[in-house]
Nanobody, 125 residues
Framework: QVQVVESGGGLVQAGGSLRLSCAAS????????MGWFRQAPGKEREFVAA????????YYADSVKGRFTISRDNAKNTVYLQMNSLKPEDTAVYYC??????????????????WGQGTQVTVSS
């Protein structure tokens, strides 16, 4: 069982920065990769970034490479998404997800087992 809770969303101007946090708790010995996805109105869920259990391996969607950085602090059971140079097209509900039993990240939402409730990110022009 993994509980996932996102925070840090809000309104920011284009070119600005925002950091999302995702707190994940578990009571198993299984390691898990973490991922960020987003969904804008009228669009399907889109992969954003993912990170391995160790934090060594990261994976980004082309649309956010060079602007977003995913990291994790396992001591705090928290994963972060640092978003810089934000664009209006980044506006979406951002979801954090946990992939239990797999240390490597995945870009496929179907491969994640637990999801947070989402946090709204709005970028104004």
């Amino acid at each position: 069982q993994v509980q996932v809770v996102e925070s840090g969303g809000g309104l920011v101007q284009a070119g600005g920065s925002l950091r999302l946090s995702c707190a994940a708790s578990r009571r198993t010995f299984s390691s898990y990769a973490m991922g960020w996805f987003r969904q804008a109105p009228g669009k399907e869920r889109e992969f954003v970034a993912a990170i391995s259990w160790s934090g060594i391996s990261t994976y980004y969607a082309d649309s956010v490479k060079g602007r977003f950085t995913i990291s994790r602090d396992n001591a705090k059971n928290t994963v972060y998404l640092q978003m810089n140079s934000l664009k209006p097209e980044d506006t979406a509900v951002y979801y954090c997800a946990a992939r239990v039993g797999y240390g490597l990240p995945s870009a496929k939402s179907e491969e994640y087992d637990y999801w947070g409730q989402g946090t709204q990110v709005t970028v104004s022009s």
